[in-house]
């Protein structure tokens, strides 16, 4: 079982950038598939991005490919989201989450574990 604990969300202005980092419990963290998910207010949770167990492989949403960057760091159990030339529509609430099995995977019933959360705001 894993723990996950998002931070380093804010309020941003548009074309500005963000980090966001989630940090992992637990001494197996490399043999997860990690992804992000955001959900804006009366809407469903959405892909954003995903890496696989040794980060070689990555897959971003047509929405933020050319802008968001997902990194992992097995040796710290982190994993972060670069956010750069951030909009307005990129305001939600950012999920980190897990998943045990190989694959990239876009949606989020395939994944086994999610941390709280953390606010996006990006102000026009």
């Known amino acids: 079982q894993v723990q996950l604990v998002e931070s380093g969300g804010g309020l941003v202005q548009a074309g500005n950038s963000l980090r966001l980092s989630c940090a992992a419990s637990?001494?197996?963290?490399?043999?997860?598939?990690m992804g992000w998910f955001r959900q804006a207010p009366g809407k469903e949770r959405d892909f954003v991005a995903a890496i696989s167990r040794t980060g070689s492989t990555t897959d971003y949403s047509d929405s933020v490919k050319g802008r968001f960057t997902i990194s992992r760091d097995n040796a710290k159990n982190t994993v972060s989201l670069q956010m750069n030339s951030l909009k307005p529509e990129d305001t939600a609430i950012y999920y980190c989450?897990?998943?045990?099995?190989?694959?990239?995977?876009?949606?989020?019933?395939?994944?086994?574990?999610w941390g709280q959360g953390t606010q996006v705001t990006v102000s026009s």
């Open positions: 989450a897990a998943r045990t099995n190989s694959g990239l995977v876009r949606k989020a019933y395939g994944y086994d574990y």
């Open positions: 637990g001494r197996t963290f490399s043999s997860y598939g």
